[in-house]
C-alpha cells in the first residue's frame, strides 16, 4: 500500500466520521435542551482535553502529518472554535487542505526522515514509521477520545458512527 493511500483516506474518511458525530452532537443538545458549551467543554478527566480541543487535535495531527509526509508547511488554524458549526468548518478546511496535496510526495516519503515537534524537542523518524507508529495513532486516539466524551455524555452512536464511510463492500 502507498504511503498516499495509507494516509489521505483514512484522514478524510476519520474526519468525515468526526463531522457526522458533530451533527448528532448538536442534534442531541438540541433536543434534551443541553447547553452546546457543556458538550464542547466535556473532558473524561480534569486533566484531559476537552471535546472541542480534541477535534482541534484530531484536525491538527491530519494536516500536520500529511504536510510533513507531503513535504510542505501545513497551514496555521487558530484555535478558537466556541460552536459546532465552527468545528465543522475546521474540519472542512482540512479536508481541503488533504485534497491539494501531491500524492505522489506523499508516496515519496516512506524512507525520508520526517522531523516533528515533540514537546520541546523534536522527534526524527522514517516516514512510513511516523505514519504508522506516530500519526496515525495520534489521529485515532483524538477521534476515540472525542467519541468516547460523547458517548459518555448519552449520544447514541456506535462503531458505525465512528468507523464513517469505510471503503467496503457488503455481501
Known sequence: ?????????VFE??????AALLDKAEAYAEAKRIDPAALLNARLFPDMFAFTRQVQSACDQAKNAAAR????DPPGFEDNEKTFAELKARIAKTIAFL???????VDASADREITFPLGPRKGHMRGADYLNHFAL???H???????????HYGLEIGKLDYLGAVPMRVT
Open 141 to 151: 486516539f483524538h477521534r476515540t477520545t472525542a467519541y468516547d466524551i460523547l458517548r
Open 13 to 18: 474518511i476519520g474526519l468525515n466520521a468526526l
Open 137 to 139: 495513532p495520534n489521529f
Open 99 to 105: 485534497k491539494t496535496l501531491d500524492a505522489r510526495r
Open 69 to 72: 509526509l507531503a513535504g510542505v
Open 1 to 9: 500500500m502507498s504511503m498516499s493511500d495509507a494516509s489521505i483516506p
